[in-house]
């Protein structure tokens, strides 16, 4: 099997530990105008930060809104804070060391997590990341989604696979744990491309995965493609495969974060099983332990 996130953290922190989502008030190189201005094609308006808190709040506030939401689940456990939503290095450097170091300071914070574009990690924002790492653990959370080119244009990711593998080497030669995103069910993908993809990021040194269901939101230029027919969703059962064939690809010493995902319910257009995230998750395990 695999190792879960919940496995990590307890053996690193020694409790539970509950991952708070932030969002940072920062936007996207593929959405300002920089690289493009629609952003990656299944990208909501909300930067895939659907569950972070209100982000006209302060950082403080933020963390004590999502404290509250799971202080009931978490007892005397611990947290990680997360940003999440759109990307969060897009920012010049003293404004990153403010937010990071705001959503550090409380005693329960364990660890940052920071989820950003491998073309967003400019020498000085590693460096900054590598110092607050000497305060408390960093971990980076890099969106690859694909290593196929075709694919890769599709969704309009806006790099090269080079550039993610030297985000992951110089993270890494700073020592930052390094966490890989991993979209499944991309038109035109089969289990096997997925499982190709996950050999990528294992080789290239990451330290965990996330595995994503394509779904279509509202909004959003892949839910025109979906509406006309271009393409169509996986099966649960369908996903459950290339879930397998991904798995088998990462060795016990790469955590396995998520083992799907999905956006808010309001936003859903596809595939809609993915609505019923404990009915989707108990297959999921059962199909992953039957094997």
């Keep these: 099997m695999y190792t879960t996130a919940n496995q990590h953290y307890r053996e690193k922190f020694g409790c539970k530990v509950y991952r708070l989502s932030l969002d940072g008030g920062f936007t996207c190189p593929n959405r300002d105008g920089t690289l ?63 937010l990071f170091t705001e959503a550090m300071e409380p005693e329960e914070i364990v660890g940052l997590a920071i989820g950003t574009r491998p073309d967003c990690l400019e020498p000085e924002k590693v460096a900054l990341l590598s110092e607050l790492n000497g305060v408390k653990p960093v971990t980076v959370e890099l969106g690859l989604q694909t290593i196929h080119p075709e694919s890769a244009a599709y969704i309009r990711r806006g790099y090269e ?30 289990a096997q491309h997925c499982a190709e993809t996950t050999r990528y990021a294992v080789e290239a040194g990451t330290d965990g ?30 996903y459950g495969q290339y879930l397998q064939a991904c798995l088998a690809r990462v060795p016990e010493t790469v955590t396995v974060y998520r083992i799907t995902g999905d956006g808010a319910k309001r936003d859903l257009v596809a595939p809609l099983w993915s609505a019923d995230k404990k009915r989707v998750l108990n297959y999921l395990n059962r199909t992953l332990y039957r094997e």
């Excluded at 080079?162 to 991993?182: C, F, S």
């Excluded at 027919?229 to 649960?236: D, P, S």
């Design 209 to 238: 995965m996330k595995f994503q269901l394509l779904h279509v939101l509202r909004g959003t230029d892949l839910e025109q493609d979906y509406l006309a027919g271009k393409f169509r969703c996986l099966t649960l059962e369908e």
């Design 161 to 190: 696979n080079e550039v993610y593998l030297d985000a992951v080497k110089r993270l890494k030669e700073a020592g930052i744990e390094v966490v890989t995103h991993i979209i499944l069910g991309l038109p035109g993908e089969t």
């Design 36 to 98: 493009g201005r629609g952003g990656c094609i299944f990208c909501a308006g909300d930067g895939s930060g659907a569950f972070a808190a209100e982000r006209g709040l302060s950082v403080s506030e933020q963390l004590e809104k999502a404290k509250a939401l799971v202080r009931e689940k978490n007892g005397d456990g611990k947290y990680i804070a997360y940003f999440q939503a759109f990307t969060n290095t897009y920012a010049p450097v003293s404004r990153l060391r403010q």
